[in-house]
């Protein structure tokens, strides 16, 4: 399974950008997927995860009322909305599938990642 998120670029504080992440296969469909990403010197962290359906969504505290995720699981795509950003919101960001239906924010329950896609958000 192949991962393949796109969007990334530069864009100002207070800006939106909408990044998406492709499956190679329909591996998707029954497992929920998850954002997380890392800025330099600092460890991944959790952005958010949607379940399996679309049915349930988690996000991170810095990040909730801002980032809304969403799936379309008969294209295999997840997408993550990003509204108000701000010049911490700068880092590399990851799609990942997880091993099960739902998911949090444990990097463990995620078994398949993208190779990030990295923007900026300039002050």
């Known amino acids: 399974v192949q991962l393949q998120a796109c969007g990334g670029g530069l864009v100002q504080a207070g800006g939106s950008l909408r990044l998406s992440c492709a499956a190679s296969?329909?591996?998707?469909?029954?497992?929920?997927m998850g954002w997380f990403r890392q800025a330099p010197g600092k460890e991944r962290e959790f952005v958010g995860s949607?379940?399996?359906?679309?049915?349930?969504?988690i996000y991170a505290d810095n990040v909730r009322g801002r980032f809304t995720i969403s799936r379309d699981n008969a294209k295999n795509t997840v997408a993550l909305q990003m509204n108000s950003l701000k010049p911490e919101d700068t880092a590399v960001y990851y799609c990942?599938?997880?091993?099960?239906?739902?998911?949090?924010?444990?990097?463990?329950?995620?078994?398949?990642w993208g190779q990030g896609t990295q923007f900026t958000v300039s002050s």
């Open positions: 990942a599938v997880s091993r099960f239906s739902y998911a949090g924010r444990d990097r463990s329950a995620y078994r398949y």
């Open positions: 296969k329909r591996t998707g469909s029954n497992n929920a």
């Open positions: 949607i379940s399996w359906n679309g049915g349930s969504t």
